[in-house]
């Protein structure tokens, strides 16, 4: 399959069941956005936007999202960024920057929502050397998990008020 060059986004109200080819969805209902895997491999690919997530701009033609996309759970561990529209290919990062990132991320996640999270309320398959990853899991799943892990901390905080 020929990678795309140009993507097209949607902003939409829901995500679909399945989703296109070269179309990035935005949904800010669920502040969410998905596309398929940009390496072609079929992947659907979810980034939450967040101030610890992804961040989106639209310049009212073209959108940019960023960080870059790291699908190191993935078999393809495609890397990339998708600026105005287009798809930049990032390159690889070794098992230690994967590890090191996601510690990173973890430590943003602790100074922003003031505590890190020490378990989680969703099921996780274990992945190979400890890594845990949604693994298999639909986007419909990923995304009912993260609304209810985020469900989970609101209510947590507010029974501490």
């Known amino acids: 399959m020929k990678l795309p060059k140009k993507l ?4 939409v109200e829901n995500l679909p069941e399945k989703l296109e ?3 990035v969805y935005v949904c800010m209902g669920m502040a969410t956005v998905a ?4 390496c072609g491999c079929g992947n659907e690919v979810v980034t939450p936007l967040s ?3 992804w961040k989106l701009e639209y310049d009212g033609g073209t959108i940019t999202l960023y960080p870059s996309i790291g699908n ?3 078999a393809c561990r495609s ?3 998708i600026r105005n529209s287009k798809v930049k290919w990032a390159s690889q990062w070794s098992e230690e920057e994967i ?3 996601r510690k990173y991320d973890r430590g943003a996640k602790a100074g922003y929502f003031g505590k890190l999270e020490t ?3 969703v099921p996780i398959q274990q992945a190979p050397k400890g890594k845990q990853e949604l693994v298999g899991w639909t986007i419909w799943q990923k995304l009912k998990a993260r609304w209810c892990s985020q469900f989970q901390q609101s209510s947590r905080k507010i029974d501490e008020l």
């Open 8 to 11: 097209v986004h949607k902003f």
């Open 21 to 23: 080819e070269g179309t």
């Open 35 to 38: 596309h398929n895997c940009c």
């Open 51 to 53: 101030p610890t997530d």
């Open 72 to 74: 190191w759970g993935f």
């Open 79 to 81: 890397h990339y960024w």
């Open 99 to 101: 590890v090191a990132g």
């Open 119 to 121: 378990s989680r309320e």
